[in-house]
């Protein structure tokens, strides 16, 4: 067996010279670059020639990302920055066959951990993006390791802001503020690029509002909690309507500054994260950026709220008038979004496309994210010619009177009543199982008392009837699953039970409402029969009360809903946490009255809750309820 072939560092080295501009000529050996002081570009050489070796068969797989994790770690960023660059160009190296198996798990800990960790969000935040389009276009994408397969969020991203409202600022004239150090220059702005008047006051209630629902966008899953729903609702609302009245018309201003920012710092220009001090707030609602994202922001969270995930918990549903305001709100912010310059239009379609195009990836990681290559079908065989001889048609069913012989006359008979077996199967003449109402009938006409039939006679005492009838009642009848607590000394009980109800429901001419036997009088005490009650009895839900019922006494009751509390027996834990949600008195009662709704369930009446206001001493405000 010959020796392998030298690896040839002269041909690497005039290679490497052409491709990257190589300075340090002439180089006659590698120790020659080894025994120097190293810069960007040896390191360079270094790692080219140790993927030369790898083609050549010298040396492992493994040795250009050992060596470029070395390098990474021992360098600096800026000059981190120049050797990605070469890791960026050569990318189809790093997916052949002969490096990807060996290196994707090197490149994955390289870029990701280690380099990654030394990059400041803030400050390197174009490298932090070239490395994760690196690994886009380095990993294919069913690629499992890069998805975010159960759909978590990023809570680690909190929006700091101003909390308390004495050190605020918003309430001091113009004057003082610039006293403080915010001065305009001359000529920064003039009065056409001033923002139009703002027809809602810019306070600190709208500052905390607007960035308390950052909160929301961080964690979507709040929006499935009641409290933390209307709090949401409420704030949006305001939020939306100052967007609403607060047009952005002329844009020929911020056209020319951005304009200037383009040319002082080229092409690239990046927003990490807004400013959330309490000065920049009516300027920010002057800017059409800082308008799209958060309006892009709302429809991002209404598309996970409404949509299909394979992760989600079976609680985060939406009921009905949470689904209608996300589809009245929806078509808001697309309004805004066309009416915000400049490109409205173009950039409201834009993004509806982005949001469909995503609705195609959530499916497919539902799906569990299967392989976008079709694989190629299995190379079938060709099938042999048989050799075995041809039965003679009449056999067949094709001769001129197609019929098949079975070798009996009977069986032939039998065999050929129908032309497709199958068909004949679902014949409804091929229909054996009774219905309830003629099955039943004997044994409904029994169990009524006027017919003074002894219970020794009954159908129901035969077990041969009992077997064929729990058989018909688990095919035809939603009784046979329903949950009880009764319990059953004997299978003849538990059908006299069952034809009572069936009596009750069958279209028969029986006088149904005299069957009594003292299992229904047993029934009366049990869950079963009163959930049944409850069910037949339309009295107790026509008088549930109505979620505008509880908007209309929330707005009555005011800050005295703490006084109602005590008479609706809530525990001072529950009292503090309302308090704690909002600060809203209105908004507190209605919190007040859901979560006693919830604790009650059905016996949340209109009754009840009229006699605690009674009991409390809001007597004016059941007066104007008693109708509703």
């Known amino acids: 067996m010959s020796p392998p072939s030298l690896f040839d560092f002269t041909e690497a080295r005039d290679k490497f010279t052409v491709n990257y501009n190589y300075k340090h000529l002439p180089i006659d050996d590698l120790q020659t670059v080894l025994k120097r002081k190293l810069n960007v570009e040896d390191f360079l050489f270094l790692i080219y020639i140790s993927i030369d070796g790898v083609t050549e068969g010298i040396c492992s797989a493994t040795t250009p990302f050992l060596l470029l994790g070395d390098v990474l770690d021992c360098l600096p960023l800026d000059q981190c920055d120049k050797i990605f660059s070469f890791v960026e160009e050569n990318v189809s190296t790093w997916k052949s066959n002969t490096f990807y198996s060996a290196g994707k798990n090197y490149l994955l800990r390289i870029m990701c951990w280690n380099l990654l960790r030394r990059l400041s969000k803030s400050q390197n935040t174009v490298f932090c993006g070239r490395i994760q389009l690196f690994l886009a276009r380095f990993f294919p994408l069913s690629e499992k390791s890069g998805l975010n397969l159960q759909s978590q969020f990023n809570l680690d991203n909190i929006t700091v802001f101003n909390k308390n409202e004495q050190d605020s600022t918003l309430g001091l004239q113009l004057t003082e503020v610039k006293e403080e150090g915010m001065e305009v220059e001359e000529g920064e702005m003039g009065d056409e690029d001033a923002p139009a008047p703002c027809s809602i006051p810019i306070d600190y209630n709208l500052y905390r509002k607007f960035w308390t629902l950052q909160d929301y966008f961080r964690n979507p899953v709040q929006c499935y909690d009641k409290f933390s729903w209307m709090t949401f609702l409420k704030y949006s609302d305001e939020t939306l309507a100052v967007f609403k009245s607060f047009k952005l018309d002329d844009m020929q201003a911020s056209k020319r500054k951005l304009e200037e920012m383009r040319t002082a710092a080229g092409d690239h220009v ?33 598309q996970y709220l409404k949509g299909q995930v394979k992760f989600k918990s079976s609680s985060c549903v939406l009921n009905d008038d949470q689904s209608l305001w996300i589809e009245d709100t929806t078509k808001l912010v697309h309004q805004l979004l066309r009416e915000t310059p400049p490109d409205g239009d173009k950039f409201a379609s834009m993004f509806e496309h982005i949001l469909n195009t995503e609705e195609n990836w959530n499916s497919w990681k539902n799906e569990g994210c299967p392989s976008f290559v079709k694989e190629r079908p299995a190379e079938t065989k060709p099938i042999r010619p048989s050799r075995k001889r041809q039965a003679p048609e009449d056999f067949l069913g094709k001769g001129p009177d197609r019929k098949i012989l079975m070798g009996n006359d009977e069986l032939s008979r039998l065999w050929n009543l129908n032309p497709d077996n199958m068909e004949a199967c679902k014949s409804d003449s091929r229909e054996f199982m009774p219905s309830l109402e003629d099955f039943f009938e004997d044994a409904i006409e029994q169990a009524d008392p006027s017919n003074m039939v002894e219970d020794e006679y009954k159908v129901v005492r035969n077990s041969n009837y009992g077997w064929r009838a729990l058989r018909l009642l688990s095919r035809r009848s939603p009784h046979f699953f329903q949950p009880t607590n009764q319990q ?76 109602l509390a005590d008479h609706l027996e809530m525990s001072e834990k529950e009292i503090h946490v309302i308090e704690s949600d909002s600060e809203d008195v209105e908004l507190q009662a209605k919190m007040l009255l859901v979560a006693w709704q919830d604790r009650e369930g059905p016996q949340a009446t209109m009754e009840s809750l009229v006699t605690a206001l009674n009991s409390a001493g809001f007597s004016n405000i059941t007066e104007g309820l008693s109708e509703t």
Request: proline share 3%.
């Open 270 to 302: 990046y927003f990490a994260k807004f400013l959330t001090s309490e000065k920049l707030m009516d300027l920010q609602l002057s800017d059409s950026n800082f308008r799209r994202h958060s309006l892009l922001q709302y429809l991002i969270l209404f």
């Open 488 to 563: 059953f000394k004997s299978l003849a009980d538990y059908l006299e039970n069952m034809v009572i109800k069936l009596a009750k429901e069958l279209p028969k001419d029986l006088p149904s409402e005299e069957i009594k036997t003292s299992e229904e009088d047993d029934d009366e005490e049990n869950g079963d029969n009163l959930l049944k009650e409850s069910n037949d009895s339309p009295s107790i839900q026509s008088k549930a009360v109505t979620n505008s019922q509880m908007d209309e006494i929330a707005a009555k009751l005011g800050s005295q809903w703490k006084t």
